[in-house]
């Protein structure tokens, strides 16, 4: 059974503070990683992608991957109330190019 | 730019009445195509994925059958529903021959009485 875990929360940051939401998977064979943000009641966003190993940055956003641990993260700076949402990392498995997804942190920022 | 569609947005049905709910997707040719179910408060569960017309592989054995009756058309269909089958209902697309992106339509909120 090919897994994606995450901590389901919730995390609560301070407004402007730096919020890290962690991954880890069980597919070493699993290429690319993302990470969607899901406000209440709304469908899944794609926020970052990342396939390399190391930290790929994208405005507030940076996605950290470590295949050797099966690890990937996302980092958001300067948190702002307007990020709060679930967020779900998803890792490519299979064919016919499928991702399966963690079932997603909260993430609540405090104004 | 490419948009996905889904409809209805939200759908009230009773115990053993049919479903149907529809997903396009503009501006892509071939897509891979995706129906996911969302519990409250779960993660996505794959239900099935399309790469091409008449091309269905489903993910879980279910009351559920998926249908691709043109290139961007992907079709959702029950004959009974069942209360189990309450959730939200998400389509997503991905580009044939790139990377493993998917991309996720507004969503169908199905609530079975």
């Known amino acids: 059974q090919k897994e994606v875990e995450q901590n389901s929360g919730p995390l609560s940051v301070p407004e402007g503070a730096i919020a890290s939401l962690n991954c880890t998977y069980s597919?070493?064979?699993?290429?690319?990683f993302f990470w969607y943000r899901q406000y209440s009641g709304k469908s899944p966003e794609l926020i970052m992608f990342?396939?390399?190993?190391g930290d790929k940055e994208d405005g507030r956003f940076t996605a950290q991957l470590n295949k050797a641990s099966q690890y990937v993260s996302l980092l958001i700076r300067d948190s702002q109330p307007s990020d709060s949402a679930t967020y779900l990392c998803?890792?490519?498995?299979?064919?016919?190019?499928?991702?399966?997804f963690g079932s997603g942190t909260q993430l609540t920022v405090l104004p | 730019s490419q948009t996905i569609h889904q409809w209805p947005a939200t759908l009230v049905q009773p115990v053993g009445s049919p479903l149907s709910l529809e997903c396009t997707v503009e501006?892509?040719?071939?897509?891979?195509l995706y129906w996911y179910r969302q519990a409250a408060g779960r993660g996505l569960q794959l239900l099935f994925y399309?790469?091409?017309?008449?091309?269905i592989s489903s993910e879980v054995p279910q009351n559920l059958s998926a249908s691709r009756p043109q290139d961007r058309q992907f079709i959702l269909s029950s004959k009974k529903l069942l209360l189990s089958d309450s959730g939200f209902y998400l389509c997503?697309?991905?580009?044939?021959?790139?990377?493993?992106?998917?991309?996720f339509g507004p969503g169908t909120r199905l609530t079975v009485t």
């Open positions: 997503a697309w991905s580009e044939p021959g790139q990377g493993y992106e998917q991309y």
């Open positions: 597919d070493r064979g699993s290429q690319s």
């Open positions: 990342i396939y390399s190993n």
């Open positions: 998803a890792v490519n498995t299979g064919s016919a190019r499928q991702l399966t």
């Open positions: 501006g892509t040719s071939n897509p891979n």
């Open positions: 399309s790469v091409g017309i008449g091309q």
